[in-house]
Each structure stands twice: as structure tokens, then as C-alpha cells.
């Protein structure tokens, strides 16, 4: 689900169609795609969850314990 182009831009005070703006654009959409785990468009609180567990990897950090107290 790819961000529509100069919402977060203009936030920062960039141009919508700047190279790195695009960039990072397509690279949110990416990332959401690969957190939605059951292609359903949204990223519910367990999948969110779950992407960062994954991230994390087993008692790597406090990060991670604060993960496993959410469940």
C-alpha cells in the first residue's frame, strides 16, 4: 500500500517527487506488504507484533522482552 506522494513530504519540506522522497515511498510499501501476513491490505497488532519479534530475534534485546510481556 504505497503512501500517496507529498503527504509526507510536505512534512518535512520536500519535494513529492524528489528522488530520496521516492525512495523512501516505495520502500514503505515494501515493508507493509512483507508485515501483512495474510494479504488482507491492513497490519493488524499481532502481525505488526510478529514482524518485530522476527526482527529481533530470540532474547536479543530488551526490545524483545517488552514483545513477549505484549502477548
Known sequence: MPLPPGRGA????RDPH???V?????LHGRVYRATD???D????????????????GDEA???YEAL???R
Open 22 to 26: 521516492s525512495t523512501a515511498r516505495s
Open 37 to 39: 501476513a495474510d494479504g
Open 41 to 56: 491490505g491492513r497490519v493488524d497488532r499481532g502481525e505488526y507484533l510478529t514482524a518485530i519479534r522476527g526482527f529481533v
Open 10 to 13: 510536505a512534512g518535512l519540506g
Open 68 to 70: 513477549v510481556a505484549a
Open 18 to 20: 524528489a528522488p530520496l
Open 61 to 63: 534485546s530488551p526490545l
